[in-house]
């Protein structure tokens, strides 16, 4: 199944993607938020399209919202592909490095990302996003861990550098500007993917491919993480977990690149859809969805 949300800003309803047309599931749940992964909801919907298959058209005017609601916690892990670690001149960690961003910077696949005020280094990441099905503390084991899946998606980790790197060192701080975290199309459900360790992941900036890697080159895969964060905090049904980005990013070119305003951003990931920036208004940066 594949999972989307559409409607305006903080009004988002539920929905679906079949066969490449969005249909609207509202009558059904309120939204895909914790409630609804936590109280088993991915399996209640699969018996509803089981028996139900004339699901309205959602219109293709509507706007995309984030392919799940504003999650409890977004955990995101850094210098997770050796390759990128190399590139920012540092080295491969022993164990994850563990950072959050605000909730409140997920946000649609077509929506605005703002260029912080004054920023001249605002960088792009493709990242393999996790969304947890259900609550997981003290699981037992990497396997174990599978369980606790809800889907994946598509996250994009905008970053401003000069905040994170040159202002105290706080990846906090250079991670959670206003809309700094687009998402969706569409949350898979972990059985529409095949091999989520083996997925081409691409980022262009103005027609240029800046990123390219594949999720076999993670230093901790996606089932190692799930079960590691549990050991040190309780992962709650609908967090997110941005799993890190292949090489090609701004900070890494020489000399280092930034984002600017107009600029057309896209990223893919094999089996998730992809997100397209679109030239916008002063400020900045516009996300958009092409599936």
């Not at 920012?88 to 959050?100: D, K, N, R, T, Y």
């Not at 240029?208 to 901790?220: D, E």
């Not at 600017?260 to 859809?273: K, Q, S």
Request: charged fraction near 20%; include cysteine.
């Amino acid at each position: 199944m594949k999972l989307i949300r559409f409607g305006n800003q903080e009004s988002e309803k539920p929905g679906l993607l079949r066969d490449g047309k969005r249909k609207d599931l509202s009558q059904y749940f309120e939204d895909w938020n914790r409630p609804f992964f936590r109280e088993d909801g991915l399996k209640k919907l699969e018996a509803i399209l089981a028996n139900n298959t004339n699901l309205p058209d959602v219109s293709e005017h509507t706007r995309w919202g984030s392919c799940i609601a504003r999650p409890g916690k977004v955990i995101c892990i850094g210098l997770n592909y050796s390759d990128h670690a190399a590139e920012s001149g540092m080295a491969v960690p022993a164990e994850p490095i563990i950072f959050q961003k605000g909730a409140n910077t997920v946000i649609g696949p077509y929506d605005n990302v703002l260029i912080p005020r004054g920023s001249e280094k605002t960088d792009w990441e493709v990242e393999l996003g996790i969304v947890i099905g259900k609550d997981a503390r003290y699981l037992n084991s990497i396997e174990e861990a599978k369980d606790y899946i809800g889907g994946y998606c598509v996250s994009h980790d905008v970053s401003e550098r000069a905040f994170q790197l040159e202002r105290g060192g706080q990846w906090t701080k250079g991670k959670s500007c206003d809309n700094f975290n687009p998402l969706g199309p569409f949350l898979a459900t972990a059985n529409e993917i095949n091999d989520v360790h083996n997925l081409a992941m691409s980022l262009h900036v103005k027609g240029k491919q800046m990123q390219k890697g594949n999720t076999n080159t993670m230093v901790f895969n996606s089932y190692f993480l799930v079960h590691y964060l549990s050991q040190v905090m309780t992962l709650e049904a609908g967090d997110l977990i941005s799993t890190g980005t292949p090489p090609g990013v701004g900070l890494g070119m020489k000399p280092p690149q930034g984002l600017n305003e107009g600029n057309v951003v896209e990223l893919a990931i094999e089996g998730l859809g992809s997100q397209q920036t679109c030239k916008m208004h002063s400020s900045s940066i516009r996300i958009g969805t092409k599936v």
